[in-house]
């Protein structure tokens, strides 16, 4: 069955490593969903978050594809209980002055921050779980949406509490 | 305190500390100065190709005889793209190679300078991985890391992109004595339990088969698996790769699977109960038609890269490790099967559907000529091909003695392999006989090199099966494309009107008519090879006794059968129980 699953690939920090791991979706015709990177608290490493579309035999394929890669230092792949997920989106909204305050509390109840207004349109930063931003796009569309852009997921094992 | 060294000279003592004997190598712009380092070194043996292709090529061949890791070298550009064909050839079928190439200088990257090309991004999906030299500082570690990258776990062809600012800079050389890659380290010993698992089902298996291939010539595991076969006694097919790691004189040995394997192993892998699978990756041409591919067994399979296991086949037990250790610890746990039914029903597959084929005096049969080649030369003979029907037909008919004696381009099917491929092997075994058995189409993709063979004097034996065509493909057009001989047709057709409809209606025509292009034995002599034409079955073998007389490079030209098949024949996606045993559809 098709469904999303993220994976957390640990990769060296060098140059190439990117288009080695987007390469091998290329050309073994994966989907990648998103994928998100970035330096480590280890300046030798990187890590990417993944969002795939696949079944559980391209999965598998997926995640020994990725660790046979000599770059490839821990693949790790989340399942639905034991990560943190977020998503950062920026996204630009136009501005009626008569519909200001209905703005300003939407943005307030979706624990979004505005981080830059003008006399034609505001720009509201949110970090959410994904699915969340899906949603503040619905309730921001009848504002009039001008442009928005995400990051694409992130995510990080969970802790059991103690 | 030691001196600093140029960065040629650092690659060229690194080469040296990693035992490379011979570099094949063809120069260029940006290789200038590793060229000029090679200059007059004794210690390193450069051969010089006539085609960057011919140099992939010869360092794959070499690397399948020996073991060890064939190093090849091009210039930027246009040297490291005819690199390209070789590399990948290498890759599909595992063999451990280092290609080197010159890059323009590290200030000049990205700038579409004079032939430069992101040999790095062009090589990345066909090498197991590659390296673009930055600093001079990583050179000799980068090389390290290269051998040993290429020649452990599954191995592979690794490329090094070399800036010719690297390569003329200077450093000091400090070779490490080992590597360690955090993301790198190859399962070799194999899960005990599941090894224990393995050794409980193949008990328990009525009617068990081993299919292994070029997983075991790989990890020298030839002796283990005979060993694995004959205290078993369970029968055994090889796929293409793996021919040579059981002799195939073997009482147990079935011959090869799949489209044109025999019928034996075919039928015997449709009807087992277990499939023992060692080092091999499931490809197309073997398995035929997926779902219905051992439909009956429970399948083990060994293999050293994860990434093979459950891939194209569902796997019951899969063991990640080398074939040698898994083999050494089977062999200790397993004992005699009880297979008598078994063997006898595969016997009566092998005597009523015996690989043969249609002998005559009036022409020759390709199978004939490879007959007599392994007749001539004992089955001793390094034996490289081409690809296609020449190529199954040696996979068929050759009786191949030991481990890395066929050197075959498996996965990619790369036409004008064999003969630069030869070259190699013999420059690895001088004290062997080598020949390379060729279709009249894929010798012409490297005959080039048949000017290395004059100037070094490597004295390989070219036996051309020459039917005018690219036989292969005609004969998928023959059964599947209502003889419609579109672009396979290699003669220099006198009839105009037949040149939009090539077909069989040429064939009928005196063959004294047909022109065969080129003139192989014009085209050896014009090299300085000795170049024989053979057009009667009974000079073939006096031929072949003629060239081995012979001490350098020989062409031999046998007019062949034109419309002979590779039979058996899986059609492209059918079950491999349904084969097409004779002639035509």
Do not use: W
């Given at each position: 069955m098709l469904q999303d699953h993220i994976i957390s690939v640990t990769v060296e920090n060098k140059f190439g490593v990117l288009a080695r791991i987007a390469g091998l979706f290329s050309s073994r015709g994966y989907n990648i969903k998103s994928l998100s990177v970035a330096e480590t608290e280890d300046p030798t490493c990187s890590r990417m978050t993944i969002v795939v579309n696949a079944d559980e035999k391209i999965l598998e394929q997926i995640k020994k594809q990725l660790n046979k890669l000599i770059d490839t230092i821990k693949v790790q792949e989340f399942t639905n209980t034991s990560y943190l997920d977020r998503e950062l989106m920026l996204i630009k909204v136009n501005t009626d002055p008569k519909k200001r305050t209905d703005l300003f509390q939407?943005?307030?109840?979706?624990?979004?921050?505005?981080?830059?207004?003008?006399?034609?349109?505001?720009?509201?930063?949110?970090?959410?779980?994904?699915?969340?931003?899906?949603?503040?796009?619905k309730m921001l569309q009848p504002f009039g949406i001008i442009e928005t852009v995400r990051t694409g997921k992130i995510a990080i094992s969970r802790d059991a509490v103690d | 305190m030691k001196n600093k060294m140029s960065g040629a000279k650092i690659l060229i003592d690194a080469l040296v500390n990693e035992k490379a004997e011979y570099i094949f190598g063809y120069i260029g712009g940006q290789v200038i100065p590793i060229f000029d380092e090679l200059f007059g070194r004794k210690d390193i043996t450069m051969i010089v190709p006539r085609h960057e292709q011919g140099a992939a090529h010869a360092a794959d061949g070499y690397a399948r005889v020996t073991g060890r890791p064939g190093v090849c070298l091009a210039t930027s550009g246009p040297g490291a793209t005819n690199l390209v064909t070789g590399i990948a050839n290498a890759y599909m079928d595992s063999i451990p190679m280092i290609a080197i190439t010159g890059q323009v200088p590290t200030t000049l990257i990205g700038n579409d300078a004079f032939q430069e090309a992101d040999i790095t991004g062009i090589t990345r999906p066909i090498t197991k991985h590659n390296y673009l030299v930055k600093n001079i500082d990583d050179l000799a570690d980068i090389v390290k890391e290269a051998f040993y990258i290429a020649a452990s776990g599954r191995p592979g062809p690794v490329l090094i992109d070399l800036p010719s600012d690297i390569s003329k800079g200077e450093a000091y050389f400090n070779y490490k004595d080992s590597i360690n890659l955090r993301g790198y380290k190859p399962n070799y010993t194999g899960n005990p339990r599941q090894i224990k698992n393995a050794a409980a089902m193949i008990k328990q298996a009525k009617k068990p088969v081993i299919f292994s291939g070029g997983g075991i010539l790989h990890s020298n595991a030839s002796e283990e698996l005979l060993k694995f076969v004959e205290k078993t006694g369970i029968p055994i097919t090889t796929s293409l790769m793996g021919m040579g790691s059981i002799p195939s004189i073997h009482p147990?040995?079935?011959?090869?699977?799949?489209?044109?394997?025999?019928?034996?192993?075919n039928m015997a892998?449709?009807?087992?109960?277990?499939?023992?699978?060692?080092?091999?990756?499931?490809?197309?041409?073997?398995?035929?038609?997926?779902?219905?591919?051992?439909?009956?067994?429970?399948?083990?399979?060994?293999?050293?890269?994860?990434?093979?296991?459950?891939?194209?086949?569902?796997?019951?037990?899969?063991?990640?490790?080398?074939?040698k250790n898994i083999l050494g610890q089977l062999v200790s746990l397993c004992e005699k099967s009880d297979c008598s039914i078994w063997l006898d029903e595969i016997d009566k597959w092998k005597k009523s559907h015996k690989l043969t084929y249609h002998e005559t005096d009036h022409v020759i049969k390709p199978q004939f000529v490879i007959e007599s080649i392994d007749k001539i030369t004992g089955g001793e003979a390094i034996i490289a091909t081409e690809v296609g029907q020449h190529q199954m037909w040696t996979a068929q008919f050759?009786?191949?003695?030991?481990?890395?004696?066929?050197?075959?381009?498996?996965?990619?099917?790369?036409?004008?392999?064999?003969?630069?491929a030869a070259i190699g092997a013999q420059i690895a075994a001088p004290d062997k006989i080598v020949f390379d058995i060729a279709g009249d189409g894929s010798i012409q993709m490297n005959s080039q090199e048949l000017a290395t063979c004059v100037n070094y004097n490597i004295p390989v034996k070219i036996a051309i099966l020459n039917n005018n065509y690219l036989g292969m493909v005609r004969q998928w057009q023959e059964l599947f494309?209502?003889?419609?001989?579109?672009?396979?047709?290699?003669?220099?057709?006198?009839?105009?009107?037949?040149?939009?409809?090539?077909?069989?209606?040429?064939?009928?025509?005196?063959?004294?008519?047909?022109?065969?292009?080129?003139?192989?034995?014009?085209?050896?002599?014009?090299?300085?090879?000795?170049?024989i034409r053979i057009t009667e079955k009974k000079d073939v073998e006096g031929a072949i006794k003629k060239a081995l007389a012979y001490q350098g490079p020989v062409v031999m030209d046998f007019h062949t059968d034109q419309q002979e098949n590779?039979?058996?024949?899986?059609?492209?996606?059918?079950?491999?129980n349904q084969m097409l045993i004779t002639g035509i559809a």
């Open positions: 939407i943005v307030e109840v979706l624990n979004g921050k505005i981080i830059n207004m003008t006399r034609k349109s505001i720009t509201i930063e949110i970090t959410a779980a994904s699915d969340i931003l899906e949603n503040v796009i | 147990l040995f079935l011959g090869m699977p799949g489209m044109h394997g025999t019928y034996y192993a892998i449709t009807h087992c109960d277990l499939l023992v699978a060692i080092g091999v990756r499931f490809d197309d041409r073997v398995t035929g038609k997926i779902k219905e591919f051992a439909p009956h067994a429970q399948i083990i399979h060994i293999d050293i890269d994860p990434t093979s296991v459950s891939k194209n086949i569902e796997v019951t037990l899969p063991i990640v490790g080398d074939a050759f009786k191949f003695k030991y481990p890395r004696q066929f050197i075959t381009s498996g996965g990619l099917g790369t036409m004008g392999f064999g003969l630069p494309y209502s003889s419609r001989y579109s672009g396979t047709c290699l003669r220099i057709c006198s009839h105009e009107k037949y040149h939009d409809k090539c077909n069989k209606a040429c064939e009928s025509d005196n063959k004294e008519k047909q022109k065969y292009t080129p003139d192989f034995v014009k085209l050896a002599d014009a090299y300085g090879a000795l170049g590779v039979m058996p024949m899986v059609p492209a996606g059918a079950p491999i």
